[in-house]
């Protein structure tokens, strides 16, 4: 059982390149969510998703963009990467509302310099 | 908006011994969850226990139980026996209910435990 796949794990990007970020689960959850993790801050929500071509904005969303197309993936797209970006990135998805938790992968660190 | 506060960034405790990690939040709704979270050194997020605001009896899941106070908005969780497998970053999380299921996290607690 695969849970909540992220790939890929590590990355380094130069300033301005593009990348998206895969995150894939086999649970099928209707709720997805992207996070950011950084030192001092814990976790905060980039954008999340309430169902199969859904996308909503969470607390920074800035500078990245969503989509989910089809209901098992979330891509987590950075169109133009800055330094402020590098940061570990996690997917979670969970299968219903209120006291359902989250499930998490591994998560991604991005080096953009 | 909703915020949830981890005042204590470390903390330590001996093997067996007790300790509590403090978690505030702020919000004005009466229907919402709590959560802790654990992040060992391998990045990967546990679910530790879970609480519905609406329920008055204090959740427990082994050696972990949470003290929950709805007036106080506080929501601490309790470790008893502590093990060498229990050091990582705790986070408290909060999520209202309903439509909006985002699940809003505190700052961490990063807690030693001392052999």
């Known amino acids: 059982n695969a849970g909540v796949t992220q790939t890929p794990k590590f990355r380094v990007l130069k300033t301005g390149q593009s990348m998206t970020l895969l995150c894939a689960q086999d649970?099928?959850?209707?709720?997805m969510y992207w996070y950011r993790q950084d030192p001092g801050m814990g976790l905060r929500l980039i954008h999340y998703?309430?169902?199969?071509?859904?996308?909503a904005k969470g607390e920074v969303p800035d500078g990245y963009n969503v989509s989910r197309l089809k209901k098992q993936n979330f891509l987590l797209g950075l169109e133009s990467a800055a330094p402020s970006q590098t940061s570990v990135y996690f997917c979670?998805?969970?299968?219903?509302?209120?006291?359902?938790?989250?499930?998490f992968g591994n998560g991604t660190r991005l080096t953009v310099t | 908006a909703q915020t949830v506060t981890q005042s204590q960034p470390e903390m330590s405790v001996q093997e067996a011994e007790t300790v509590t990690l403090s978690c505030t939040y702020d919000?004005?709704?009466?229907?919402?969850?709590l959560f802790w979270y654990k992040q060992p050194p391998s990045r990967q997020m546990i679910l530790v226990i879970r609480?519905?605001?609406?329920?008055?009896q204090n959740a427990t899941e082994n050696r972990f139980s949470v003290n929950f106070q709805k007036a106080a908005k506080s929501f601490s969780l309790k470790i008893s026996d502590s093990q060498l497998g229990d050091a990582a970053m705790y986070f408290c999380?909060?999520?209202?209910?309903?439509?909006?299921?985002?699940?809003?996290f505190g700052t961490g607690t990063l807690l030693a435990v001392q052999p």
């Open positions: 979670a998805s969970s299968y219903g509302r209120d006291n359902s938790p989250l499930h």
């Open positions: 649970m099928n959850h209707e709720y």
């Open positions: 998703s309430v169902g199969e071509g859904t996308t």
């Open positions: 919000t004005s709704e009466s229907d919402y969850y």
């Open positions: 609480q519905e605001a609406y329920k008055q």
């Open positions: 999380a909060y999520r209202i209910g309903g439509a909006t299921n985002k699940l809003i």
